[in-house]
DNA sequence: AAAAGTGTTATAGCATGCTAGAACAATTGA
DNA sequence: TCAATTGTTCTAGCATGCTATAACACTTTT
């Protein structure tokens, strides 16, 4: 039995990534995962206020915040990570 | 601004992995997508039947169908990749 | 000093993925 | 043959992540 971890390792390409999110989760949580990803990315790379972020990608104003907890505040650092990784 | 699959393949260790999840997704996420993989692993290498699997996994015999659509019927074949990855 | 903007939190309502359980047609096995 | 098991689907109820909106305390701007 192979942990989801080493499930997703072993994935090499982009196309690859989608195929298999396709068949591990549904439509929603996919949308859900690039919503959060991109303000993600927002908060870090630009100036923009967390109302402005909400209104430009549509999602909850809530959802601006709970990411932004997850890039500052909770210790996973999983997001800095990734974002660190694509800045190089 | 990179996709959220580029994200994914940018992280090379188990643990980058986890730390990426438990920012991007929420642990009752979390748990779900580990017991789909779970459910799509036992069907791939053991003949146990859908209740048997339900019932050992502790999840519903729905979701069990579900998974075994995506397995079979679905046309993603993400499962089946990564399944027939780990084999060798 | 007053007004505007900030991040944060709480509320209510909605959508969706989950569960247990029942039911169904089709297949299997004694 | 007929009882048991199978995969599949449906129902009802529950949990949770989402939304818009309002409110709050602080800070910034005018």
Redesign the interface.
């Known amino acids: 039995?192979?942990?989801?971890?080493?499930?997703?390792?072993?994935?090499?390409?982009?196309k690859?990534?989608?195929?298999?999110?396709?068949?591990?989760?549904t439509p929603v949580?996919y949308r859900e995962?690039?919503a959060?990803?991109?303000i993600?990315?927002m908060l870090n790379s630009t100036n923009k206020s967390y109302r402005e972020i909400s209104e430009e990608l549509k999602v909850g104003l809530a959802t601006v915040t709970r990411v932004a907890r997850?890039?500052k505040d909770?210790p996973?650092?999983?997001?800095q990570?990734?974002l660190k990784?694509?800045k190089k």
Chains 1, 2 share one sequence.
């Open positions: 039995m192979f942990s989801i971890e080493k499930a997703f390792l072993s994935l090499t390409t982009e690859e990534i989608v195929n298999f999110l396709k068949d591990l989760i949580e995962i690039r959060r990803w991109k993600a990315q997850f890039l909770e996973f650092k999983g997001y990570l990734v990784r694509m």
